[in-house]
């Protein structure tokens, strides 16, 4: 398959030091040439792989120079899509970046669509669906740990996992055939059921597996939902803003959706926080009391954390047990705040209502006790032996989506299996699981979803 040169700018839009545009495709090497002028006046076509060159950028309609430049020689197949690929390293500045972007599709590229550089690693075999995305998650990224699950992944950490599953299957499938062929052999029937039972459950255990890492992988990867609750004047906007002020706050642009929307997100000790903005408020003020226990019961459920305030110096009031009514099931740390005020609250019956949740004093105006609350949620969420960096965490919702698919079509397979279903028909159950399973490293994918998923990506990548 022959595919045309495409080029685009591959580093965040805006005013960066640097920024680069890149080109793949079987012309960029000529069309880099056109373009550049080396100070040693070497043509790139005769140069080694893998090298890096200083020079200019000069139109060849006007002579002019537009860019002082590193130009990266990377020849295929042992690039990142497989392809000739160029990378020009200039000074940003969007004007001439812009420029020299439109001096490449004047010489031949073509701008490229987003998350086409991938798009064409994927079809070139680079890589897999799965290592696709991973990309895609790689650009996202909120905080270190939420890329090392990228990066695993783009390794191939949960590919080589699945195609270990599948050839499990393939297997057992192969088993099965070979005791129905050979039938003159006693207690063939028994035997083959025996065997798709023991297989059918070890995969099952495996997809379990799997699918009990996708919460923690897609926080990783979303973040984690909060809503600041409490009374007015407890602290939430002091709260909110000591979170921010200690830990960067990310924002990030995230593409993909039909808008583009703009997210808040401060992260916690390798937990990434999406502060929730609740009805337009992110810090929620009194909801309980204007909106009733039970709406705002349904409206505080859409967060996976919620940091209930409380005021140090103040008795409890009628608005907090509301709030705690409110909050019931749900995750949640207590803060108890002013503790520099003398105090008011009862602190056993703030413990009381609180049951097994944590209960956090602070006082922000001092900066005490915000490390204690952090520490309270990074624990929260790696509540024990999660912390592995080297876990195979599912973030990825589509991902999700098939491995429960997977999962109850090989329910299916070992329930048939113990019933004395017919043989063929559990084969049919098996079959589904392993074609599911396909799906997710984008064997037996569909065209259009092929489209779709790389369409998401940001330009350049
Ligand atoms: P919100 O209405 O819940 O968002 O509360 P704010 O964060 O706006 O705080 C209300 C008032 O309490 C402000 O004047 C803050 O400066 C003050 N405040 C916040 N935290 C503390 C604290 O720990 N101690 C004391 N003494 N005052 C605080
Ligand atoms: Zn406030």
């Not at 591959?10 to 080109?23: F, K, Y």
């Not at 042992?78 to 500045?93: A, L, P, S, Y």
């Not at 009374?231 to 939430?236: D, L, S």
């Not at 997710?440 to 259009?448: F, K, Q, R, T, Y």
Request: net charge negative; aromatic share 4%.
């Amino acid at each position: 398959m022959e595919l045309d040169t495409i080029a685009a700018i591959s580093t965040p839009m805006g005013e960066g030091a640097i920024a680069i545009v890149r080109m793949s495709g079987p012309d960029s090497i000529k069309i880099a040439d056109k373009l550049f002028k080396s100070i040693g006046n070497k043509k790139l076509m005769e140069v080694a792989s893998h090298t890096i060159h200083y020079g200019h950028i000069i139109d060849p309609a006007t002579d002019e120079v537009v860019e002082e430049v590193m130009v990266s020689l990377m020849r295929g197949p042992k690039t990142f899509t497989k392809e000739d690929v160029i990378e020009i390293n200039c000074h940003g500045g969007l004007a001439s970046v812009n420029r020299l972007l439109q001096l490449t599709t004047s010489y031949g590229a073509r701008i490229a669509e987003p998350g086409e550089f991938t798009k064409r690693a994927f079809l070139n075999g680079r890589i897999d669906l799965s290592q696709a995305e991973a990309v895609m998650d790689l650009i996202r990224a909120k905080t270190d740990r939420a890329m090392n699950v990228a990066l695993g992944q783009m390794e191939g950490r949960l590919s080589k996992l699945i195609r270990h599953l599948r050839q499990e299957i393939l297997e057992t499938l192969a088993q099965v055939e070979v005791n129905i062929d050979y039938p003159e052999y006693d207690d063939v029937e028994e035997m083959t059921q025996k065997v798709m039972i023991e297989k059918s459950a070890y995969i099952k255990t495996e997809i379990e597996k799997l699918l009990q890492t996708s919460q923690q992988g897609k926080i990783l990867r979303e973040g984690l939902a909060t809503v600041i609750v409490g009374r007015p004047n407890v602290g939430k906007s002091s709260l909110l803003n000591s979170l921010v002020q200690e830990n960067k706050a990310i924002v990030t642009d995230i593409p993909g959706t039909t808008r583009d929307v703009i997210e808040e997100y401060v992260n916690v000790r390798g937990v990434p926080l999406r502060l929730l903005d609740t009805a337009g408020i992110r810090e929620t003020e009194d909801i309980v009391e204007r909106i009733g226990v039970e709406k705002s019961r349904k409206v505080l459920r859409e967060a996976d954390l919620i940091l209930l305030v409380l005021n140090y110096a103040d008795e409890l009031t009628e608005e907090d047990k509301n709030i705690f009514k409110a909050t019931e099931g749900m995750d949640y740390i207590v803060i108890v705040n002013k503790t520099d005020l003398p105090q008011k609250i009862d602190l056993e019956k703030v413990r009381e209502l609180a049951g097994n949740r944590k209960v956090i004093t602070t006082s922000l105006v001092e900066e005490n006790g915000v490390d204690l609350l952090e520490e309270a949620i990074s624990s929260l969420f790696f509540a024990g032996s999660i912390e592995a960096s080297d876990m195979t965490y599912v973030s990825n919702s589509r991902h999700i989506s098939l491995l429960s698919q997977a999962m109850r079509a090989i329910s299916d397979a070992i329930e048939g299996a113990e019933n004395g279903t017919p043989i063929d028909i559990v084969q049919i159950d098996l079959t589904r699981t392993w074609e599911i399973l396909g799906e997710i490293i984008g064997e037996s994918v569909h065209e259009s979803l092929i489209n779709q998923l790389f369409s998401q990506f940001c330009l350049g990548k």
